[in-house]
C-alpha cells in the first residue's frame, strides 16, 4: 500500500522567513515518482515538481528547494525567505510501481504574514 | 495556466438533481482523472479514464458516473445529489498512465441546497 504523510496541517509565518514543508512517503516499490503541487486561495491545483525514486539530488528553483531523502522516505520542500504570495495548500503526491493512480497527502496550509 | 479546461466553474443545484461536469484535458493528454475535494476527506480520487476507456476507480458514489469521449473530453455525472456532495470537483489529465504528474484544471464547485 502507498501512503504519504503531511503531518504539518497549518503552518504560520511572517514573510521573509525560511519554511520547511515535511513530506514522508511509504511504498514497497523500488520505482515511484513523488510530487509537489500548490492550491493557492483561488483553488486552482498547480504542478509544482516531479521526482523519481532513482535520483536523490536535490533541486533548487529560485525560492524554492526540494530535499529528496530514500533513507528517511520524505520529500520535503522548502521556500526561502516567504512571501505572502507563498500563501497556499501544498500537497505531496506519490506515484508508486504500477499503480495508475497518484498518493495525495493531506496537504499544508501554509500562511504567510506581512 | 495548465491546459485542462472545467465547465461550469460554479454549480449551484437543489438535492435530488442530476448535474453533468465537463472537462477537457490537455492537448496530447490521453488520460482523464476525476477528483473530489471536500474540507474534511482532501483529495478524494474518484475515477480515471485512458483513452476511452476506465482504467481505475476509487471512492465513487454509485449515484455518480463517468466517460471519456472519442475525443477525449470527460464528463462526470452526478445524480440524486445530497447535500454532502457539496465539494469541488478537479479533472486532471496526464500524458502517461504511471509517471507522469496530473495537470488539474481549476475545478468546478458545486453547491448542494
Known amino acids: 500500500a502507498q501512503k504519504v504523510t503531511q503531518a504539518q496541517t497549518e503552518i504560520s509565518v511572517v514573510e521573509k522567513e525560511d519554511v520547511t514543508l515535511d513530506c514522508v512517503y511509504e511504498t514497497r516499490d523500488t520505482t515511484y515518482y513523488l510530487f509537489w503541487y500548490k492550491q493557492p486561495p483561488s483553488g486552482e491545483l498547480v504542478f509544482l515538481i516531479r521526482r523519481n525514486s532513482f535520483d536523490e539530488q536535490n533541486e533548487i528553483s529560485g525560492r524554492y528547494s526540494w530535499n529528496f531523502q530514500k533513507s528517511t522516505s520524505s520529500f520535503n520542500f522548502t521556500i526561502t525567505a516567504s512571501q505572502v504570495v507563498d500563501s497556499a495548500v501544498y500537497f505531496c503526491?506519490?506515484?508508486?510501481?504500477?499503480?495508475?493512480?497518484?498518493?495525495f497527502g493531506r496537504g499544508t496550509s501554509l500562511i504567510v504574514h506581512p | 495556466d495548465s491546459g485542462v479546461t472545467q465547465t461550469p466553474k460554479h454549480l449551484i443545484t437543489a438535492t435530488g438533481q442530476r448535474v453533468t461536469l465537463r472537462c477537457s484535458p490537455r492537448?496530447?493528454?490521453?488520460?482523464v482523472y476525476w477528483y473530489q475535494q471536500s474540507l474534511d476527506q482532501g483529495l478524494q480520487f474518484l475515477i480515471q479514464?485512458?483513452?476511452?476507456?476506465?482504467?481505475a476507480k476509487g471512492n465513487i458514489l454509485e449515484r455518480f458516473s463517468a466517460q471519456q469521449f472519442p475525443d477525449l473530453h470527460s464528463e462526470l455525472n452526478l445524480s440524486s445529489l445530497e447535500l454532502g456532495d457539496s465539494a469541488l470537483y478537479f479533472c486532471a489529465s496526464s500524458v502517461a498512465l504511471y509517471n507522469s504528474p496530473l495537470h488539474f484544471g481549476n475545478g468546478t464547485r458545486l453547491t448542494v441546497t
Open positions: 479514464y485512458y483513452n476511452g476507456e476506465e482504467r
Open positions: 492537448s496530447g493528454d490521453l488520460s
Open positions: 503526491a506519490l506515484r508508486a510501481g504500477g499503480s495508475y493512480i497518484p498518493t
